[in-house]
C-alpha cells in the first residue's frame, strides 16, 4: 500500500472522532490509489516487452483492458476485449476477477517440415485471468503470452457444454497516436497509407503500423473454425483499431478466439525475420509420417495436351524443377457447375487437347517428377469426398483448391478440414485466391502454400511488391506465380528483379514461367506463346531452393525496397529488389561465415546488352569482412548465389 499521511490533533473527544475520519478518508483513499495501480504484469523472456492487465471501472462499466510497453515505452494504451452475444448481451464490460495464474515459462526449439528456418525457438511467458461478467452472466478467460518479438493473447467463452453465439468480437488494439498504417480491404488488393483513423472498414490482416520508433504488426493466428477476423477503425477520435468479424461465430462452449497477435520490432526487416510466431502459436504437427510432404518449384502446363504434358516434365527434369501443374480447364469449364473433377474432360475453350493425364502422371513418376491438378470450389464443395481417395489412386501429389470460399465461419471450418482431409490420402495443398494463412501449415504441412497475394498474374507494381512482403508475408508463404518471358516483365518490372523474386518471396511450392511454355510454336499451333528458350540466367531457377535454413533480411523500406539473403545448407542466396527511385544500397555480408571464401555469382540487369532478357552474370570472390554495393534503377533487382569456395 502507498504511504499514508495522517495529522495529529490535541486530545479532545471531538478531535478524536475528527481524527478518526481524517484517518479512515485517508485509508480509503490509499485503498483506491493501490486499486487502481494493481496491474497485473508479464514480461517477455528478455524483459523489453512487457503486457500489464488491470480491470478498469469507468461510467459503470467494469472492463478487462490490457497495455504493451516496449522498453518502458508505451505502444498499445489500455485496450479492452469485449464480446456481443446474439441476444444483444455484451460479454467484458461487467466483469470481476475471479483468479490469475502464475506466470509459467515455456521455452522449446521445434523442426518444422520445411520452412524460412530450419528450426524455431517457441520462448514466451504466459499467464491467464479468469474473468466472470456478472451482467451476462458469462465467465471468461484471457490468455497473455509474452514473447521477445510481440504479444499475443486468446479468450476462452462460455460456460461448458452450453451454445453460445456471437455476433461481434470487439478486441480493441489502441495506439498512442494517429499513426500512419499500410491497408488494404482485399487479400489481392492494392495498399495506401493512411492515417489509423483512416482506416474505414474491412482492413486485411496483417495490419503493419508505424508507430513512432516502432513497426507493429496485428494479426491473428490459428484460425481454423472461427470466423475471419478483419479490423476497422476505432470509434470516437481514439487512434486504433477493432476486431470485426465476417461472420457471427457459433459454437458448444468452451469457445476459444483465435490468438490475436502483436508483432513488434525496429524496422520492417525485423518484423519480416519474426514472423516464426505465427506458427509457434499453432498446434504442432498432426501428421505422423511426413515423408510425402516435398516442397519444390513447380512449371504451369499452359497446353493441357500429353505432348505439353511430356514436355513440361522433361522441361522439369532438366531444369531441377519437382512438379508440374495442370491448372483450369483439364476436367471441364471450372465456372460449370455440371464440370465432373472424376473425369479428364478438356475445355474446349482452352484446348484441342488430347490430354491423356494418367499416362502424364506414369511420365512423371518415372522422371520423379509429381503431378498437381487444379479443382475450382464449385467442385471441390461437391466432390471432395469422392476426389480426394481417386486422386490419391491416380497417383496425384497435390491438389490447388481454386477460388476457396473464406470469411465466415462457416467456410473457413470447411477449408481447414479439407487441408486434413488431404492429408489422410497424402494429397499436399495449395489454396488459391483470397485465403490468407494464419499458420495452420505447421499443423497439417500438406498445406504447402496459398495465394491471399496479389501477384505477378495481376501484374502488381514493385512497390506494391515490396508493400506485400512486408505486409501480407508476415503471416506466412505467399504463391506469388513469378513470371519471366511474357511481356509484362519487360514493361513493369525486370528480369532480373524476377530472378530475385525467388528469393525474397517464400513459398514452399514456387510457380516460376507462370505464363512461359517449353512447347514450340510448331507443337502447340500457336506463335504467341511464351517460350522457354535457353539464357544463361535461367541456372538461377534452377539451382534456387524453395526452403530454407536460415533467413536474414539485410535491408529494407516498405515499398521502396528490400535486400534479402537465405541460406540452404552451405550456399547463400541473395535477392534484392527496389522500386520507385535510383538506389545504391551498401550491403555488408556479415552474414557469410567468418573465415571463409565465397564465390559470389551475380545476375544484374544491363540495358546496354543486346539479349532477350537483358541479364549479365558477374563472378567475384567475397568474404564475411566485404561490402558489396548494389546499383538499382527503379523497378529493377539482382540475385546472386554465394558458395564456399
Keep these: 500500500m502507498p504511504f499514508c499521511f495522517s495529522r495529529k490533533f490535541s486530545s479532545s473527544s471531538f478531535t478524536t472522532v475528527a481524527h478518526g475520519l481524517i484517518c479512515l478518508l485517508a485509508i480509503t483513499a490509499c485503498l483506491m490509489v493501490s486499486a487502481a495501480a494493481n496491474a497485473e504484469s508479464l514480461t517477455s523472456p528478455d524483459g523489453r516487452i512487457e503486457v500489464s492487465v488491470e480491470i478498469d471501472q469507468t461510467d459503470q462499466h467494469s472492463r478487462l483492458v490490457y497495455q504493451v510497453k516496449v522498453a518502458g515505452e508505451v505502444v498499445i494504451k489500455d485496450s479492452p476485449i469485449s464480446f456481443l452475444r446474439s441476444d444483444d448481451a455484451m460479454i467484458g464490460e461487467h466483469v470481476t476477477l475471479a483468479s490469475t495464474s502464475e506466470t509459467t515459462t515455456h521455452d522449446e526449439t521445434w523442426k518444422p517440415v520445411y520452412g524460412e528456418r530450419s528450426s524455431i525457438r517457441d520462448h514466451y511467458r504466459s499467464r491467464t485471468f479468469h474473468l466472470e461478467d456478472t451482467q451476462a452472466n458469462c465467465p471468461l478467460a484471457v490468455q497473455f503470452r509474452c514473447y521477445d518479438t510481440g504479444v499475443a493473447f486468446c479468450t476462452t467463452l462460455g460456460k461448458e457444454n452450453t451454445e453460445l453465439k456471437l455476433k461481434e468480437e470487439r478486441t480493441e488494439f489502441r495506439f498512442t497516436s494517429d499513426y500512419p498504417a499500410w491497408r488494404t480491404t482485399s487479400a489481392q488488393g492494392t495498399y495506401d497509407k493512411v492515417p489509423l483513423n483512416q482506416l474505414g472498414k474491412n482492413v486485411e490482416r496483417p495490419l503493419v503500423v508505424e508507430a513512432g520508433q516502432h513497426y507493429v504488426a496485428i494479426g491473428e493466428a490459428k484460425l481454423v473454425d472461427y470466423a475471419v477476423m478483419r479490423l476497422r477503425s476505432a470509434a470516437g477520435d481514439a487512434p486504433g483499431v477493432v476486431s470485426q468479424l465476417l461472420s457471427e461465430v457459433t459454437a458448444t462452449a468452451p469457445l476459444t478466439t483465435p490468438w490475436r497477435v502483436i508483432l513488434i520490432a525496429y524496422s520492417p526487416g525485423q518484423l519480416l525475420e519474426s514472423n516464426d510466431l505465427f506458427l509457434n502459436l499453432n498446434d504442432p504437427c498432426a501428421i505422423a509420417d511426413t ?252 539451382q534456387v531452393p524453395t526452403v530454407w535454413d536460415e533467413t536474414r533480411v539485410l535491408q529494407g523500406d516498405i515499398g521502396e525496397y528490400v535486400v534479402i539473403a537465405r541460406r540452404s545448407g552451405s550456399d547463400w542466396f541473395v535477392g534484392a529488389i527496389n522500386a520507385n527511385e535510383k ?27 543486346k539479349t532477350r532478357t537483358q541479364v549479365a552474370i558477374d563472378e567475384q570472390t567475397v568474404d564475411a569482412e566485404e561490402t558489396l554495393t548494389i546499383t538499382l534503377a527503379p523497378n529493377e533487382g539482382q540475385a546472386m548465389r554465394m558458395t564456399p569456395k
Design 291 to 542: 515423408s510425402w510432404i516435398k516442397p519444390g518449384k513447380v512449371l504451369r502446363e499452359i497446353s493441357l495436351t500429353t505432348l505439353g504434358g511430356k514436355a513440361a516434365i522433361d522441361f522439369a527434369v532438366k531444369n531441377n524443377f519437382q512438379y508440374v501443374e495442370f491448372d483450369a480447364g483439364w476436367y471441364g469449364h471450372e465456372y460449370d457447375d455440371a464440370s465432373d473433377a472424376t473425369t479428364i474432360t478438356v475445355d474446349a475453350k482452352r484446348s484441342p487437347g488430347p490430354l491423356d493425364l494418367q499416362e502424364i502422371i506414369q511420365y512423371g513418376k518415372q522422371r520423379d517428377i509429381g503431378i498437381l491438378v487444379y479443382v475450382n470450389r464449385r467442385a471441390l464443395e461437391k466432390q471432395l469426398d469422392e476426389i480426394l481417395p481417386l486422386y490419391k489412386k491416380w497417383g496425384i501429389a497435390g491438389v490447388k483448391y481454386g477460388f476457396v470460399n473464406t470469411g465466415s465461419q462457416k467456410w473457413t471450418s470447411w477449408l481447414h478440414d479439407a487441408v486434413r482431409k488431404a492429408a489422410e490420402y497424402e494429397l499436399m495443398v495449395d489454396i488459391h485466391d483470397e485465403y490468407r494463412p494464419t499458420g495452420y501449415s505447421r499443423t497439417y504441412p500438406n498445406l504447402m502454400t496459398q495465394e491471399g497475394v496479389r501477384g505477378d498474374e495481376a501484374t502488381p507494381s514493385t512497390s506494391l511488391a515490396v508493400t506485400t512482403l512486408f505486409t501480407r508475408n508476415l503471416a506466412g508463404a505467399a504463391d506469388h506465380t513469378i513470371c519471366y518471358y511474357d511481356p509484362r516483365v519487360k514493361k513493369n518490372w525486370s528480369h532480373a528483379q524476377q530472378l530475385a523474386k525467388a528469393v525474397c518471396t517464400y513459398s514452399p511450392w514456387q510457380f516460376i514461367y507462370w505464363y512461359d511454355t517449353p512447347l514450340t510454336p510448331l507443337q502447340d499451333g500457336k506463335t504467341t506463346r511464351n517460350r522457354i528458350l535457353p539464357s544463361p540466367e535461367l541456372e538461377f531457377f534452377a
Design 583 to 609: 538506389r545504391e544500397l551498401t550491403v555488408p555480408l556479415n552474414f557469410l561465415d567468418s573465415g571463409k571464401s565465397y564465390q559470389a555469382r551475380i545476375y544484374r540487369d544491363d540495358s546496354t546488352l
